[in-house]
């Protein structure tokens, strides 16, 4: 994630504590989880008494927000650099899942952060939707550049959506910046949830004496997710 550099000698001094502060909290969430998480164990990890932290984040939530906002930047990063390849759309798509999947192998701490069990009596503010959006309009991009090509499926069979789910679709494809039909939307949404759910699968141990290793079953996933959303340039 890039962050504006540093005017002053006190704000470069202020973003390296930072710094050592969420390094640390990486490393206790990886001992203890999110859960166990601790201002007192961070402080320790840096050398500082508790109350110098304090002035840094001001509780376990600050801390696990400005993870969660940092994490979700990384992940967005590698979400944008994979779409940002030169070929088609589908392709990029594939890539783009490709990436998720690796980061959350790089970085399987922070990913069950983001996606696995909330954490108890931990509600994250508003501000980190905006970044939690970049990775998904990543893909949604690519869906709406296919589509304005011509090299989207639109018309599929299937049920109706109803006026809920449609109404639905219709929200999610406003929020993430689409103008494309409704059951677009939805098929896209079903892909994701798909792409997600395969990688979650693996880095939770739910693949283990079925498809592990899971490169195969990754690949043919994340193909497939990319059929079901309507890409014809695979």
């Keep these: ?109 922070e990913y069950a952060l983001l996606y696995g069990s909330p954490v108890p009596g931990y509600h994250a503010p508003e501000a980190t939707t905006d970044i939690a959006t970049r990775t998904p309009r990543a893909a949604a991009a690519l869906v709406q550049e296919a589509y ?29 910046g689409m103008s494309v039909p409704e059951p677009v939307v939805l098929r896209l949404a079903q892909a994701w949830t798909q792409v997600y759910g395969a990688i979650s699968f693996e880095l939770f141990g739910q693949l283990r004496n079925t498809f592990d290793p899971a490169d195969a079953f990754a690949a043919h996933t994340f193909a497939t997710a990319a059929r079901h959303v309507g890409f014809t340039d695979l």
């Design 1 to 109: 994630m890039t962050t504006d550099p540093p005017r002053t000698a006190r704000e470069r001094a202020r973003q390296e504590v930072m710094a050592a502060i969420l390094e640390a909290g990486r490393r206790e969430l990886a001992e203890r989880g999110a859960d166990g998480l601790s201002l007192r164990a961070v402080a320790r990890e840096v050398g500082m008494v508790s109350s110098a932290v304090y002035r840094y984040v001001a509780s376990r939530d600050d801390l696990l927000t400005a993870l969660i906002s940092e994490a979700y930047g990384a992940v967005a990063d590698a979400a944008e650099h994979a779409a940002s390849a030169r070929t088609t759309p589908g392709r990029r798509f594939v890539r783009l899942c490709g990436a998720l999947r690796t980061w959350g192998q790089e970085h399987p701490h």
């Design 148 to 176: 304005d090509a011509g090299t989207l499926e639109v018309h599929e069979p299937g049920p109706p959506l109803g006026r809920v789910l449609a109404g639905q679709c219709a929200a999610m494809g406003e929020a993430l």
